[in-house]
Antibody
Framework: EVQLLESGGGLVQPGGSLRLSCVAS????????MTWVRQTPGTGLEWVST????????FYADSVKGRLTISRDNSKNTVYLQFYSLRAEDTALYYC???????????????WGQGTLVTVSS | EIVMTQSPATLSVSPGERATLSCRAS??????LAWYQQKPGQAPRLLIS???TRATGFPARFSGSGSGTEFTLTISSLQSEDFALYYC?????????FGGGTRVEIK
């Protein structure tokens, strides 16, 4: 059974840093790209970042580019999202999601975690 | 960026009736279109890929159609468990983009 478990969310001040983690199980982790998607009540679902199965290729939404880094450790079946300079508009529920197709990325997502909440406020 | 527009925002339907949800892309996405179902307090769940291929676990009353810029999700006879939020997503090009969602509610 595929499982994705996110952690690391919390209350952070504007300008602060935070690292989200997503531990995967039930599939060959390195064979699939992984993605972070966020959700807010006002803006629905927003793609944030994707990393290829090898970790060698990354993609970022313009809204976060330069402010965060996606990475993965295939030995730990874990994907990370490191924020460097959080803004109020980053407040959202962050989901990690598994690519349906394979390691390259740029597809839809057949499994999602339950999400971790990030709140940016002073 | 490919903008995805869903309509209507809210659809009120009686159980047993047919529901038709629309998703429009600002430029052609071919068949690189997915639909997701999301219930309160839960993560989105992949419902349709490739515009028309139903994901495992969803019954045949769900169907997807369309290509290019116009797509439709049809629920042929709504059951109580189908009342939820539905999102479309294009994966033709980066950035990957989602529609704003359609809420299917009980009439």
């Amino acid at each position: 059974e595929v499982q994705l478990l996110e952690s690391g969310g919390g209350l952070v001040q504007p300008g602060g840093s935070l690292r989200l983690s997503c531990v995967a199980s039930g599939f060959t982790f390195s064979s699939y790209s992984m993605t972070w998607v966020r959700q807010t009540p006002g803006t629905g679902l927003e793609w944030v970042s994707t990393i290829s199965g090898s970790g060698g290729t990354t993609f970022y939404a313009d809204s976060v580019k330069g402010r965060l880094t996606i990475s993965r450790d295939n030995s730990k079946n874990t994907v990370y999202l490191q924020f460097y300079s959080l803004r109020a508009e980053d407040t959202a529920l962050y989901y990690c999601a598994k690519d349906r197709v394979g390691p390259i990325g740029g597809h839809d997502f057949d499994y999602w975690g339950q999400g971790t909440l990030v709140t940016v406020s002073s | 960026e490919i903008v995805m527009t869903q309509s209507p925002a809210t659809l009120s339907v009686s159980p047993g009736e047919r529901a038709t949800l629309s998703c429009r892309a600002s430029q052609s996405v071919g068949s690189d279109l997915a639909w997701y179902q999301q219930k309160p307090g839960q993560a989105p769940r992949l419902l349709i890929s490739g515009a028309s291929t139903r994901a495992t676990g969803f019954p045949a009353r769900f169907s997807g159609s369309g290509s290019g810029t116009e797509f439709t999700l049809t629920i042929s006879s709504l059951q109580s468990e189908d009342f939820a939020l539905y999102y479309c997503q294009q994966y033709m090009d980066w950035p990957l983009t989602f529609g704003g969602g359609t809420r299917v509610e009980i009439k």
